[in-house]
């Protein structure tokens, strides 16, 4: 059995469902045969959905197929328009990053981050558990030097610029407990580390689907 989060799903004319799943083992993608013919199996495979399964990998097959599903637990509102740009953004962050060796870290940075999203103002929690993801990956910015700014990965006096505070609070985002690191983001700070966030991962994960809902982030 594998515990694992939807972050994605794919219909197929034939009623199967592609799953793009996110575990702390790493990120993979399975087919659930038939899926959409039982209201009961694809409401388990809903979006968000925490889930522990059971896989099938027939020889020559491409995907391995799910043949069991238990339902774990459920993150409720992330559906919501102002809610959902955040929760799909950072989910498909972690499925291009979580490789086996980043996945472990990355595991629990997802949940939380989710959690985070479903439960309070989304914005502070995207930014911190993207750039947190980020730098379970090895892709964190490097803060040492001078400026206000980010521009190619380095602290700089040009590129994007954060400003004092928000230079304060992507520094303890990346070294301090979340609940320290949250309370230095105010509203204009935590705008300018999102901005910072989509062109970070643009320019070092590459083009994410997601990015396409980036003015409702």
Known sequence: MVEALVVGRRPSPKGDLL????????????????????????????????LRL??????????????QVELIGRL???????????????????FRLASPESAPKIWPLLVSGLRGISRSDPGP????????????????????????????????VEGIYVGPQGMKALQAILTRPGREALSLLDGESTERLLELLRLHALDYVGELRSLRLRSSL
Do not use: C, D, K, M
């Not at 799943?21 to 979006?47: D, E, K, N, W, Y």
């Not at 992330?78 to 962050?93: D, G, V």
């Open 54 to 67: 059971q896989l099938y990998q027939r020889p020559q097959a491409e995907l391995p197929t799910v043949t």
């Open 125 to 156: 929690a995207l930014a911190w558990a993207g750039w947190r993801i980020l730098q379970a990956a090895g892709l964190a910015p490097n803060l040492e030097g001078e400026g206000w700014a980010i521009q190619g990965g380095q602290r700089s």
């Open 19 to 50: 799953l793009f799943l996110v575990s702390p083992q790493g990120a993979f993608t399975a087919i659930a045969r038939s899926a959409l013919r039982s209201s009961g199996q694809a409401g388990r495979l809903s979006l968000f959905h925490h």
């Open 76 to 94: 409720f509102h992330l559906e919501e328009p102002f809610r959902f740009p955040a929760a799909s953004f950072l989910a498909e962050l972690a």
